[in-house]
């Protein structure tokens, strides 16, 4: 569900609802979770993760686009949370800069973060009971991860722009959890992730 308003010559806001519901197989059948020792922390044996057969999830998203000649800058926020007891905020900015007719460059920053589902779990302790559910899925996990980067675009001829593209990701996240059992006090149990992509393409637009 959305709406989208223009709220003077220079201003676009946009704000959408979505609502979702799964239902059925919603485990990873690759993703393992360790049974670790009681003691020592030292892992005995793995087991296949299960997740909930269900899933309920929904977002609000607002969107604004505002021109100040000759940038154009864009900011949003949105905020999600599911069934599952994760919730997430993220906040996005970019602005474009035109240079000269032809020429143009837009730097972006986006930041996330996200709760835990409520069944994921770093590790399992051996002879205890097992939950019903459980994953150790780091995007399932509790996070928070920062993405910056830029776009600079040339427009070749008529409706032919050549662009390129590159972004930095960097995921951080609690590697050293309190009550860690053994060994796994001086392990980093969320290495997190860190990448580096870059894009060049060429876009023509139908006018």
Known sequence: LGLSEVLTRRWLTELNYSFDSQSGYQNDPYRVISLVDPISGTPTENIYENRPGSRLSQSIFWDNKIAFDPTVTEFSLRYFSDSWGISSETAELSERVDIGR??????????????????????????????????????????????????????????????????????????????????????????????????????????
């Open 102 to 207: 032809r020429l143009y460059v837009e730097p972006n920053v986006r930041w996330y973060r996200q709760t835990a589902a409520n069944f994921y779990h770093y590790y399992l302790v051996g002879g205890a009971a097992l939950p019903a559910d459980a994953t150790s899925d780091p995007r399932l996990g509790q996070f928070t991860s920062l993405t910056y980067g830029g776009k600079v675009g040339f427009n070749v001829a008529g409706n032919l722009e050549l662009y390129l593209r590159g972004e930095y990701y960097k995921q951080t996240g609690n590697g050293h959890p309190a009550g860690a059992i053994g060994q796994l006090k001086q392990q980093n149990l969320f290495a997190g992730t860190n990448a580096a992509f870059g894009m060049i393409g060429l876009t023509w637009d139908f006018r």
